[in-house]
């Protein structure tokens, strides 16, 4: 069973309307949960942390968190094309600084 | 600085020779992540770095990959006797405390081995 999972896509969302990343994790005990959006040819950038079960959120981001079903997942209001990108979710194991593990990335594509 | 800076920005190496990539982390950070990204997004981690101290080596390929940090001076990855398959971009990160504020990756330095 892969560490991190999500969907490749890609998704497509029309502007201006809700875009929903969803990422599921393995391991039980992970701590920490970042999304990072990475265009292409260039190197990833972190977008939101989450630390405590519930949502997290920031301008147009919203970051949930569900410990119990071992899901994160990422919502983008009002989408706009600049937001086409892939979505990497990213988690934290249990060691105190430890190494985060990436998922292979959602394809998000805003539709003009 | 305020940003990793990653050099060289390209290196295209015959198969077999040597290659070395650099990474001067943020000011302040003291962790360095060196990670290799190759097709369809998927990261694989290689090694970490507390300061000059080897934290975590669990990804890396001992047998030809090997990496330093280093007191004033730049962080190396270095594979000797590169293959096909390393063709990748290696991404450096540094953080000040993973955990709490996640990384701050390079631009990257593209491989291609031919």
Known sequence: ???????????????????????????????????????????????????????????????QLNKASQYVSLLIRDSQPSDSATYLCAVSLLRRDDKIIFGKGTRLHILP | GEEVAQTPKHLVRGEGQKAKLYCAPIKGHSY???????????????????????FDETGMPKERFSAKCLPNSPCSLEIQATKLEDSAVYFCASSQSPDNYGYTFGSGTRLTVV
Do not use: H
């Open chain 1, 1 to 63: 069973q892969k560490e991190v999972e999500q969907n490749s896509g890609p998704l497509s969302v029309p502007e201006g309307a809700i875009a929903s990343l969803n990422c599921t994790y393995s391991d039980r005990g992970s701590q920490s949960f970042f999304w990072y959006r990475q265009y292409s040819g260039k190197s990833p950038e972190l977008i939101m942390f989450i630390y405590s079960n519930g949502d997290k959120e920031d301008g147009r981001f919203t970051a």
């Open chain 2, 32 to 54: 360095v992540f060196w990670y290799q990204q190759v097709l369809k997004n998927e990261f694989k981690f290689l090694i970490s770095f507390q300061n000059e101290n080897v």
